[in-house]
């Protein structure tokens, strides 16, 4: 999926040629191709780009200085962002909501506007970074915690507290422990308004309010869903573990990305749930117990927090729904889209038509899936729409390597013809195991062949009534997905839809790993090599622009890697956000373990070049860019801003009005926890020019975050802040 400028313009259509050339373009670098010119007339530069840790051919730098410019670099412990910026945190975790507190690792971010320069702030808390929570809690929350007792009980870090007798010491620790990590995940809604000075402030209304992970324990705050799973949520026997709950669901984590809907509503995704509920499930749709997820903790982590409160697995991995300005919503998880590590959700709402509604599972091997209603769109205000998801169906994606794609529904109808090992990077596919329920791995062909013959369709692979095995197929999506041929995709993030109907795609990562594969025919960086690690953002477009179109076009729109390899310059790009002049904001998510590991030579001890893998230290830390997505630097990628220390910035939202950037800072000091006295190291890093002559570079890196206190030994706190123009002009045009 190389970029290839021919393909991609003739991909995008001869309107490309005539949009406006985009304007987080620096001038400088703006190119002569005088028909896009023509469409940037009046407009100027928007920002000068931020200088990151290696030479960018969209840094405005000359060639020749590559190398004097970028022999020493420092990384900053803060929001770095460019000249005539600024930012300010609007709550960080363990500020008060309503109730509860500001919870950790915020990610998905929604702005609704309720009346001028005011509206509902959502928020979604993904997970918790488990050493650095645990270093970091009673500072910040003001509370202590038996971590050492319990970690001293754990055999291997491991506890199965739901086998525990009520009332038991080491079970009560557990549930406290448990019950603090939940209250740090789930969603948020907060009012905020703009002063007259640019500033956004809470107002604090009473409607303020969390949903959490163990809402239900709370009240009775249950979450609702709709759908076929709910059939197999209400069965009082089957072959796995039933809660006794019905429909009612206790609560809601994993809330990675997000989507807002036109009428104003949010949909937040349950992604890595699996770290926190079983994730296998049987043929009826049914969990495996909660002691196949134990509680887990250890020095680094803290997970299986599920376990002591019995939570069901099944009812985990969906996509939620909110309406922030309803002070009596605790969500709504729609069952119909589905059951996966769901990242992301973008909605194609066209007056007249079905509503489509598109979703990821990040997970190496996860699949591109949509949901299309059986209902109409009326009206794109009317809040009745949120109905539409309680019918249609499912559908996963196949994509083809000359450009073309299609759906296939997941019904029981539909026909078992699993995805080929030998097609996959990796060779390991993942497919429903029967008849003891969960999944196996199959790593050649011939096992796929023998599966299908032994399941013809669906329906031999799952059990109950017709709406039953309907909802278990929804419940067990990724493994029906993979039994029924869709394709498996390099760890899919965020989805957003374009002004002209098209969906852009962040695929994080091309690399194979215990989960499964990318499709290599499919999935190639530079040169048609595979695996590629760094991504790419790839373009959909369903054919005749219709939400229900069973086919469509694909094409790489960007990807990332070295300048002089090919690439744009980032690595695994993950939220995807569009202003309002069509320029595609991403923000990216290298894991922690890679940032600014030190590169000191690109081959290793037998003389070959060393794994991407190996050398993504270059890149430094997780970043935020602009991508023009018109105009002869369509696919080109600008460097706005740098986080702090160990994070990812996640959540890019713009206001209506284009002003501010509200962006979440997630994980600050996730592997170091809190920077010590301002400390320190210096580290060596072999880079390249942008015309691929190596070099060494000397870089300052700090050691842990004092994220966004700033002050020495502060701890490092996940933080959502508005950025915006010290003139108050619109963020991409002055
Ligand atoms: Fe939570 Fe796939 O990022
Ligand atoms: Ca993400
Ligand atoms: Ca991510």
Not at 344 to 366: I, N, Q, T
Not at 379 to 388: P, V
Not at 555 to 576: I, R, T
Not at 595 to 618: F, Y
């Amino acid at each position: 999926m190389a970029l290839k400028r021919r393909n991609l313009l003739l991909f995008l259509g001869a309107s490309a040629a005539t949009v406006a050339l985009s304007s987080c373009l620096p001038s400088s670098r703006r190119v002569s191709n005088s028909s896009a010119q023509a469409g940037s007339q009046g407009s100027s530069l928007s920002f000068k780009p931020v200088k990151g840790p290696i030479p960018l051919t969209t840094d405005g730098a000359v060639l020749t200085k590559q190398v004097e410019d970028y022999s020493r670099y420092e990384v900053i412990d803060d929001l770095v962002l460019p000249e005539g910026f600024t930012y300010e945190v609007i709550g960080a975790w363990g500020d008060k909501i309503g109730d509860s507190r500001f919870g950790y690792n915020n990610d998905y971010l929604s702005f609704v506007e309720t009346g001028t320069n005011e509206g509902w702030l959502t928020i979604n808390f993904e997970y918790i970074s488990g050493g650095t929570w645990m270093q970091t809690y009673p500072k910040v929350i003001g509370k202590s915690l038996p971590f050492e007792e319990v970690k001293a009980a754990a055999t291997e870090g491991k506890i199965n507290a739901f086998a525990l007798p009520e009332g038991d010491r080491l079970k009560s620790q557990i549930q406290a422990i448990s019950r603090e990590a939940l209250v740090d995940l789930g969603l948020g809604a907060i009012a905020i308004r703009q002063t007259t000075d640019g500033a956004w402030t809470r107002t604090n209304s009473s409607s303020d309010r969390r949903i959490t992970g163990i809402s239900g324990l709370v009240d009775n705050r249950y979450l609702k869903a709709t759908g076929p799973a709910t059939a197999v949520f209400r069965k009082s026997q089957g072959q796995g573990y039933i809660d006794g709950l019905g429909d009612r669901i206790i609560g809601t984590f994993a809330n990675c990305a997000g989507g807002t809907t036109p009428w104003g509503t949010v949909l937040s995704a349950e992604e890595n749930f699996q770290d926190q509920v079983p994730e296998p499930v049987y043929a009826d749709g049914t969990s495996f117990a909660p002691k196949t997820s134990p509680f887990v903790i250890n020095n680094e982590n803290i997970g299986g927090l599920g376990n002591v409160f019995g939570l069901a697995g099944n009812k985990y991995g969906w996509m939620v729904e909110v309406d922030p300005a309803n002070p009596n919503d605790y969500g709504t998880k729609h069952t119909w889209l589905g059951r996966f590590r769901h990242e992301a959700v973008a909605f194609k709402a066209v007056v007249g038509k079905p509503l489509a509604v598109y979703s990821g599972c990040d997970r190496r091997g996860g699949h591109i899936y949509k949901f299309v209603s059986q209902g109409r769109v009326k009206d794109l205000k009317d809040k009745a729409n949120s109905s539409l998801m309680s019918e249609g169906m499912l559908y996963a994606a196949i994509f083809e390597p000359n450009g073309t794609g299609r759906w296939i529904a997941l019904a029981p109808k539909t026909p078992v013809n699993p995805v080929l090992p030998s097609t996959v990077e990796g060779n390991l596919v993942t497919l429903p195991q029967r008849p003891e329920g969960g999944s196996f791995e199959i790593k050649t062909d011939a096992e796929a062949i023998k599966f299908k013959q032994q399941y013809p369709t669906l329906n031999d692979l799952y059990e109950g009534s017709p709406i039953e095995k309907q909802g278990a197929i929804l419940i067990d999506a990724h493994y029906a997905a993979n039994a029924a041929g869709a394709t498996t995709t390099a760890r899919p993030e965020d989805t957003v839809l374009a002004a002209d109907g098209s969906l852009y795609i962040a695929f994080t990562s091309g690399s194979p790993g215990s989960d499964g594969g990318p499709d290599k025919r499919v999935f190639q960086g530079s040169k048609g090599k595979s695996p590629w690690e760094y991504g790419w953002i790839v373009r959909l477009q369903e054919d005749g622009g219709d939400p229900a179109a069973m086919t469509f076009r694909w094409a790489s729109f960007a990807m990332g890697g070295e300048p002089a390899e090919g690439g744009a310059g980032f690595s695994n790009p993950d939220n995807l956000e569009f202003d309002g002049n069509g320029n595609l904001w991403m923000v990216t998510d290298m894991s922690t373990s890679k940032h600014n590991q030190a590169v000191s030579s690109r081959i290793d001890g037998e003389g070959k070049p060393l794994e991407q893998t190996d050398i993504q230290g270059i890149f430094g830390n997780n970043s935020i860019w602009c991508i023009p997505t018109s105009g002869s630097n369509a696919g080109n990628a600008y460097l706005f801003g740098i986080g702090p220390m160990e994070c990812e910035t996640t959540g890019p939202f713009f206001s209506p009005d284009q002003r501010t950037l509200f962006l979440a800072v997630q994980h600050p000091g996730e592997n170091s926890g809190i920077r010590k006295d301002k400390a320190l190291q210096m580290r060596k890093f072999i880079i390249k020019t942008t015309d691929g002559k190596e070099f060494e570079q000397e870089r300052q890196v700090p050691l842990g975050s004092n994220w966004p206190g700033k002050g020495a030994n502060d701890p490092p706190k996940p933080a959502v802040v508005a950025i915006r123009r010290l003139d108050s002009k619109a963020i991409s045009i002055t």
